[in-house]
């Protein structure tokens, strides 16, 4: 699917139609859709106004829920969607 006009400059939107292209998991795409979804409401702020920047928005929100129904992934998967904790200290030496 390519990117609908307008939204080449958002790099989270591409990167997930890539991953989506690549063949990559599903399951493996909800932290780009989380993130889509989360920054959404700054989307709608900065290019919400009428004419183009409305566009844009819709165009951006399209793509989300598009991504979100090839997916299957809910509105509430991804709003309850954390990152894994970090790792903490250093991997053991392996010793050979």
């Not at 920054?39 to 183009?52: A, R, V």
């Not at 991504?67 to 250093?90: F, I, M, N, S």
């Amino acid at each position: 699917m390519a990117p609908p006009r307008g939204i080449v400059r958002h790099g989270l939107a591409l990167h997930a139609l890539d991953a989506k292209g690549a063949g990559v998991e599903a399951s493996d795409l909800i932290p780009l859709i989380a993130g889509l979804a989360e920054l959404q409401p700054w989307i709608d702020q900065w290019h919400g106004n009428p004419g183009t920047r409305r566009v844009r928005a819709d165009e951006m929100r399209h793509l989300r829920r598009t991504l979100q129904d090839q997916c299957g992934v809910a509105d509430e998967t991804l709003r309850a969607w954390r990152p894994p904790k970090p790792r903490r200290g250093r991997p053991p030496k392996q010793r050979g």
